[in-house]
Structure formats: C-alpha cells, structure tokens
Nanobody, 113 residues
Framework: QVQLVESGGGLVQPGGSLRLSCAAPESIFSRRIIAWYRQAPGQQRTMIAYINTSDSPTYADSVKGRFTISRDHAKKSVDLQMNNLQLEDTGVYYC???????WGQGTRVTVSS
C-alpha cells in the first residue's frame, strides 16, 4: 500500500514557524489532490489544508492566514508552511491523498513555551 512520508515536525514556541514536507511518488503527486491533516491529543484526525493538481489550495478556518500549502514540483513534495503557531496547533500531522485511506507515521508538532 502506498504511503506518503511526512517530515519536518518538532518543538516550537508560540508564534514560531515550522515547515512540514510530504514526499509522494510521481503517480500520486501528479494525479491526486493531496491534503494535510492534524490529530490533536485526544481528538480525531481532521483535514487542515489540501491542494489540487492545479496548485490551488484550500484551508480550514483554523489555519487560514497562518498556514500555506504548496507543491514542490522538483522534489515531488507537498509542503506546509506553518507560521504564528499556537498551542492548539500541537498534534501529529499527516498527509495523504483524498480518498486514499492510507496513512503514514506522521510528524509530531509540539507548540509549547
């Protein structure tokens, strides 16, 4: 089963920034809408942003204006630039393509002072 590979998580203070990366095989990268999800502690996984094959992004209200999703066509990755991180952004971040049901190990983001 194909899984995408997330990286870039870490510990950051409130107001800080992180950039996550999601590596995808060409067959997925070029043909699928790819999304980033967040699973906060004790909560269900929710979609926070996705980008279509025309590089058009969509964001959940909780991250709009702070996060930017983009495709890196050279690296075949979908990146998530996260600025002005808040305590509630803490969680495990996953990427996947819409409708796949396939999940990688995720990358942990901890926002703490």
């Amino acid at each position: 089963q194909v899984q995408l590979v997330e990286s870039g998580g870490g510990l950051v203070q409130p107001g800080g920034s992180l950039r996550l990366s999601c590596a995808a095989p060409e067959s997925i990268f070029s043909r699928r809408i790819i999304a980033w999800y967040r699973q906060a502690p004790g909560q269900q996984r929710t979609m926070i942003a996705y980008i279509n094959t025309s590089d058009s992004p969509t964001y959940a209200d909780s991250v709009k204006g702070r996060f930017t999703i983009s495709r890196d066509h050279a690296k075949k990755s979908v990146d998530l630039q996260m600025n002005n991180l808040q305590l509630e952004d803490t969680g495990v971040y996953y990427c996947s393509w819409l409708g796949s049901g396939s999940w990688g190990q995720g990358t942990r983001v901890t926002v703490s002072s």
